[in-house]
């Protein structure tokens, strides 16, 4: 149907202005990988010079394996309609990313979420720490590392009864008698 | 007429009566279970023909209805509208995940089973409890209250040390006024 | 050398003693103003008949001093709430600069008062007038220069007031010969027969003092702004003045209101009901917006003023006993509440509602003493407000036809609850501040003379008859004649009775039952708390979060009743005064300071004389 | 002395028939409402049931003194207000202490209970019960205009004050006020929408967003105390109004046991209809605020009642 002009438009925009890669995913979605120093510049470069208004969406990713967070801007232009994500990696041991609340005031309450969450620091980054957690004193929740089903075992009192919790998926399909998915087995917790 | 027996128990029937058919409930809307309660006062369910009507602050309500599940931030304030309740005071844990965390069981940030933390008088279970359950369980507490055996303010009053143990496990800087009590 | 004279002496010699004590131990200065008071009510109180008076020639201007029952009403209101008011203000004024030079004004302000309440001709009433004035306006400014401007307003509208009086009390002496009143009011110079002037320079020149519409503006800051001891005199018993002199004037007017000049009187009576139903409305909607509790008293003592004047205006035996009712009622409860605020201010060092509240636990006495007088401010059952109220209604329906004067009344009466609340709320109740945790309840000095007013009107509510005795036989002297009245009983213009006896006993009756049935019924399981303890859903409010609703407290009936917050009287008058500065200086310029012009003035003006001597100088 | 006895027991008489016709009155009100949404509804004895539960909590909070007296001052008002009110005009079981002016006494009198319910509700701290009370207050600034307007319309048209009076004048006419000074009816009625307090007028206990207004921080047997006065106080005005415009109840010469009955059986069903006016206007009504309810009285009740009092000045 149509062939992308106005994404690929985008990103050359964008890749030529800062020589990084990128790739069109689909219609509409245009993504590209930058370097944790050249965020701010192309959050602002997209959005005064190509009307990206709008950050929809700013997210965090733990990549436990490379010993990364990948953090996500989500950007969105109301003119044309797509969207663009700014995808940058930090090193995981001491995450620290600079604050973009100057150029959206909205990044604010994500930054804060992801401080509280992910341990990652935002310089000057202004609001009281306790944002979503209240007198939290583990390591931040949202870290893979963090074994949150052993954390509420032994926080919380568990009624008995849970022991032999199962697998939702496998038990309707034992009954049913479908031979498990494949995709079903990876998510299973045994 | 304290030691007449009879005078005493007629009195405390009334007393019960009148308390089982009135119940004002603090519908605490937490998670889900909050959009069930208007369910159950619309005309389809009627829970006032109960005598159960909405209460709007803990001082002039009896019943505390905890629906859904419980982050331990919110556990606080919980407590803390409980104990501004007046006795006698009965509290009904509304959904599974009061009862034993739900599907928030293994949540770094859900209680599970809200019995360690307040008196819990009656438990509904489901998830969701459609508004029957809600009115069954009510009924089960207004057979409680008759006869006598609702009397968890008490209870929560003489074993407070237990509680707060309970409480204070979870609520790590315990910023609570004393003046609760 | 006779009483009257030993009194006004005492008071001048006093003010003087005063201001050089004060050279040497300030400390005492108070106790001897307060002594000095007391010893003169005390010989007032016991040695002066009523009735007589005294002679004297001054050249040949005859003078006359004397007490007659109409004024003895007004002598009860200014010894006794002075009296107070200088016990009170011993403590008040302690640690303030300028001892001397406030309780010398005092006295003198006081001295003023009782010569014009003994004065009985023209020209001493018209010289203690002044003193009285010009005593007061130093007090006005005693608080130094951000007082200074509202002192200039309070002067000049003084200095108004007394020319009009003046140029009257001339044209009394030109057309009728004589300086005595009473001579003056049975020659009929108050008649509107002919001279209507007279009558209405001496009204303009009273209105000032009693703060009526539109003469009321220097009111409120000079009220809110001169020292509160001073103020509780000033609100309580000077305003009176103004009363004492219309009184006389509509009385003696109303004499003759079945004569040909009726239609004129009538009029006055309209003229003066609508401008102080007028003045209790507007006074009554700007006090419930002030955030000051001092400003928002001010203006409530304008708006009660205002319901006294209709009382007078109505000119019936009802409508007169009302006015009276309420200026004696007014004086103790406006003197009670400026000392409870100045209380407050002495305590708390404020009076900015926004600042502070929750004063009930600290202060329990000053709020029982402000409670008291609120509720008869308000003119609710069972104090003596409601008396007063009760009057003024009876008289407003059945006996004069101002039927819709009625309604702006009630209006004004109603809005006073939402004022009256806002006072006790902003002050006392609401959430108990940490900054105000150090304030103590006020030195005893200070609280007895507010409880004793408190004590007053609770007794004259159950018992007005108490109040009747005096003004019954001040009517008379009025010319009202033949005012039934009973210990606890008031009778109509249909001599139909309303008891407030019956009231009280049951109002007191239930309250006992009611209070001994909740205390006794279940109150072990009651336990009382702080104001912290509220319902906040859930949330623990922190210690110094505050909490309290202090901040466009009536809003939404501000917004309702938008209309009548647009134009203010201030305004206008501002506007007039910047007019006369740009006329006088448009005339300052024919003075350009060069002799050329002045000479060409002069032979101008000679010309012009040479040109119209046939018509100036003919015959 | 026996004469003091009698009044005495009609005092109390009185007061326990205006508690119970208030609170039933108020049940009977929750139940037409739950029938007209196409609900069951609690039973009409409803209010008895939550007053006995709420006087029989074991535990009480008070902020204070003025918190603890707060209900007290409201049934102080309600019997006192009630020994003023007629309730059957001219029967000796029902006697009342009327005075000429009463009209006047009961103005003011009906006050002194909110007043000492706002002193109440303030000193609990509650910035919500600050707003209710407030707003309370605007809102009764707004409705006695009309009010007064038709009670002056009133005394002027009979030339008295008392209520027995007006009562005993429409007997001798025959004809009820409400139609000798229609206009007057009208803004009293108007008025009687804001005196109970129904929607659209409810702003001032809203429980969503104020939290039950002045009374959020009374519960127990506290908020019994002020149910048993509000019912008493609904009683009050319902028979003012009667007495006022529909000729009073009860036979002035008749004393007898039937007479009498037959009497509080008309009182009845006065009341109950003039009851269901405000609760029908509620029904249909959303919630006003403050202010359009002020305008809302300031306007056409305001103007009926000017017209009302020039009928009574020139027509009459």
């Given amino acids: 149907m149509n062939d992308l002009i106005k994404e690929n438009k985008l990103l050359d925009a964008v890749v030529s202005a800062f020589k990084i890669e990128g790739k069109v995913i689909r219609d509409r979605r245009v993504e590209v990988l930058a370097d944790k120093n050249m965020v701010s510049s192309i959050l602002l470069f997209v959005k005064k010079q190509l009307g990206y208004i709008h950050l929809a969406h700013m997210t965090c990713v733990d990549w436990i394996d490379q010993g990364e967070f990948e953090l996500i801007y989500t950007v969105y232009s109301p003119v044309d309609k797509i969207t663009i994500f700014v995808k940058t990696r930090i090193d995981r041991e001491n995450p620290e990313m600079e604050n973009i609340d100057t150029i959206w005031d909205q990044a604010n309450t994500y930054e804060r979420e992801m401080r509280e969450m992910f341990g990652i620091e935002f310089p000057g980054l202004v609001g009281e720490f306790e944002f979503i957690l209240e007198d939290w004193d583990q390591i931040p929740p949202m870290r893979k590392e963090f074994d949150t089903h052993k954390y509420a075992a032994e926080t919380f009192y568990s009624r008995p009864g849970r022991e032999d919790a199962k697998d939702v998926r496998e038990e309707l399909n034992k009954r049913s008698g479908a031979k498990v998915p494949d995709f079903a087995k990876k998510y299973s917790r045994e | ?181 | ?619 | 002395m026996e004469d003091l006895g009698l009044k005495i027991f009609g005092a109390i008489l009185t007061t326990i028939m205006g508690f119970t016709v208030g609170m039933t009155y108020g049940g009977i009100v929750r139940k037409l409402t739950a029938r007209v949404q196409n609900r069951f509804g609690p039973p009409f004895y409803q209010n008895f049931l939550d007053l006995l539960k709420l006087q029989s909590k074991k535990t009480n909070v008070a902020h204070g003194f003025m918190g603890h007296m707060a209900p007290v001052w409201i049934i102080i008002a309600a019997v006192t207000v009630l020994m003023f009110i007629p309730i059957l005009n001219g029967n000796l079981w029902f006697p009342n202490m009327s005075f000429h002016g009463d009209l006047i006494f009961l103005l003011y009198m009906m006050v002194f209970g909110s007043l000492g319910m706002a002193l109440g509700a303030g000193q609990t701290g509650n910035p919500n019960s600050a707003i209710g009370v407030t707003r309370g207050l605007s809102q009764m600034v707004g409705y006695e205009i009309p009010f007064v307007l038709a009670l002056v319309a009133l005394m002027i048209q009979y030339e008295t004050t008392s209520i027995q009076e007006l009562t005993k004048i429409q007997h001798e006419t025959g004809v009820w006020n409400a139609f000798a000074n229609p206009f007057a009816f009208l803004a009293a009625l108007f008025a009687s929408l804001g005196m109970f307090r129904y929607s659209p007028f409810d702003i001032v206990g809203a429980p969503a967003e104020l939290a039950s207004g002045p009374v959020s921080e009374f519960g127990g047997k506290y908020l019994g105390t002020m149910m048993s006065g509000g019912a008493i106080f609904a009683f009050i005005k319902l028979t003012l109004y009667v007495h006022l415009f529909f000729g009073g109840a009860g036979n002035a010469d008749d004393s007898g046991i039937l007479a009498t009955l037959a009497g509080i059986g008309i009182l009845l069903v006065k009341t109950f209809l003039l009851y269901m006016i405000p609760v029908f206007y509620g029904w249909i009504n959303p919630r006003y605020r403050t202010e359009q309810a002020i305008r809302y009285f300031w306007g056409w009740p305001t103007a009926l009642g000017v017209i009302g009092v020039l009928w009574a000045v020139y027509i009459n």
């Fill in chain 2, 1 to 181: 007429m304290e030691n007449d027996k009879n005078s005493q128990k007629i009195v405390d029937y009334i007393r019960n009566f009148s308390r089982k058919h009135s119940l004002f409930v603090l519908a605490y809307g937490t998670g889900c279970g909050a959009i069930e309660i208007p369910a159950t006062m619309t005309s389809r369910y009627d829970a006032e023909r109960f005598g159960i009507r909405g209460a709007a602050t803990p001082r002039q309500a009896d019943v505390l209805l905890i629906t859904g599940y419980l982050s331990t931030k919110t556990l606080k304030r919980v407590i803390r509208v409980y104990e501004q309740m007046q006795e006698p005071k009965y509290v009904i844990g509304f959904g599974s995940c009061t009862i034993n965390g739900g599907m928030y069981y293994d949540s770094y940030n859900t209680i599970n089973g809200l019995d360690q933390y307040l008196p819990v008088d009656v438990y509904i279970n489901g998830c969701m409890p459609r508004p029957e359950a809600v009115i069954s369980g009510f009924v089960k507490l207004q057979e409680l209250i008759l006869a006598g055996k609702a009397n968890n303010g008490e209870k929560y009053r003489e074993n407070l040390e237990h509680y707060r143990t309970n409480q204070k496990k979870i609520i790590k800087n315990w910023k609570m006024p004393d003046y609760n009590w």
């Fill in chain 3, 1 to 619: 050398m006779n009483i009257f004279f030993t009194i006004i002496s005492l008071l001048f010699s006093g003010a003087l003693l005063v201001f050089l004590i004060n050279k040497v131990l300030p400390k005492i200065s108070g106790v001897v103003a307060f002594i000095t008071i007391a010893v003169v009510s005390a010989l007032f109180f016991t040695q002066v008949t009523v009735g007589e008076s005294y002679h004297y020639m001054v050249g040949e201007i005859q003078m006359q001093f004397g007490v007659t029952y109409y004024t003895y009403i007004f002598a009860i209101i200014v010894l006794g709430l002075s009296t107070l008011a200088s016990l009170y203000s011993i403590q008040y004024m302690q640690g303030k600069q300028r001892l001397g030079f406030f309780y010398s004004n005092y006295l003198l302000t006081v001295a003023g008062m009782i010569g014009i309440i003994f004065s009985q001709d023209f020209i001493s009433f018209f010289i203690f007038w002044e003193i009285m004035t010009w005593s007061s306006y130093l007090l006005v400014i005693y608080n130094g220069y951000n007082s200074s401007k509202i002192g200039m307003k309070y002067m000049i509208f003084s200095a108004i007031g007394a020319y009009a009086m003046l140029a009257a009390i001339v044209s009394i002496k030109a057309n009728y010969d004589t300086y005595i009143i009473t001579e003056a009011m049975q020659n009929g110079a108050f008649s509107f027969s002919d001279h209507i002037y007279i009558p209405i320079m001496l009204l303009i020149g009273f209105a000032v003092k009693a703060a009526l519409m539109p003469l009321h503006v220097w009111a409120p800051n000079a009220y809110s702004k001169s020292p509160m001891s001073f103020t509780a005199i000033f609100s309580g018993a000077m305003s009176k003045m103004g009363i004492l002199g219309m009184g006389l004037v509509l009385a003696s007017a109303y004499s003759y209101s079945n004569s040909e000049s009726g239609n004129a009187i009538l009029a006055l009576r309209y003229t003066l009901g609508w401008l102080g139903g007028i003045t209790a409305v507007m006074a009554t909607i700007y006090a419930l917006i002030q955030t000051d509790a001092k400003k928002l008293l001010a203006y409530s003592s304008v708006a009660q003023l205002g319901y006294i004047i209709v009382g007078l205006s109505t000119g019936t035996k009802l409508g007169v006993m009302a006015a009276l009712f309420l200026a004696i009622v007014h004086g103790v409860f406006k003197g009670a509440l400026f000392m409870v605020v100045g209380a407050v201010e002495k305590q708390a060092g404020t009076t900015d509602m926004t600042k502070i509240s929750g004063l009930i636990r600290k202060m329990p006495w000053t709020f029982f003493v402000a409670l008291v007088s609120i509720i008869a401010l308000a003119g609710v059952p069972p104090l003596g407000g409601f008396v007063g109220k009760w009057m003024l209604y009876e008289a407003l329906i059945t006996e004069s036809n101002n039927y819709f004067l009625v309604i702006v009344i009630f209006f004004s009466s109603t809005a006073a609850f939402l004022y009256s609340y806002r006072f006790l709320y902003g002050l006392f109740l609401g959430q108990e501040e940490t900054d105000t945790a150090h304030v103590k309840e006020a030195p005893i000095t200070m609280l007895i003379p507010m409880v004793i007013l408190a004590l007053i009107l609770i007794v004259t509510g159950a018992y007005p008859g108490i109040l009747f005795e005096p003004i019954a036989h001040g009517m008379h002297y009025l010319g009202f004649n033949d005012v039934n009245w009973d210990m606890s009983i008031l009778v109509n213009v249909w001599g139909e009775e309303s008891n407030m006896g019956y009231i009280n006993m049951t109002i007191g009756v239930v309250f006992v039952v009611i209070f001994t049935f909740l205390t006794l019924k279940g109150y072990k399981g009651t336990k009382e708390v702080g104001t912290k303890d509220i319902s906040t859903g859930g949330e623990v409010p922190a210690e110094n979060e505050n909490l309290s609703y202090q901040l466009d407290y009536f809003k939404p009936f501000e917004r309702a009743a938008a209309p009548l917050y647009k134009r203010s009287m201030n305004k206008i008058w501002s506007d007039l005064g910047n007019a006369m500065e740009a006329l006088f200086d448009f005339t300052r310029k024919i003075y350009t300071g060069n002799g050329q012009t002045y000479a060409i003035f002069v032979i101008i003006f000679l010309v012009i004389l040479l040109l119209l001597k046939d018509t100036l100088f003919a015959n």
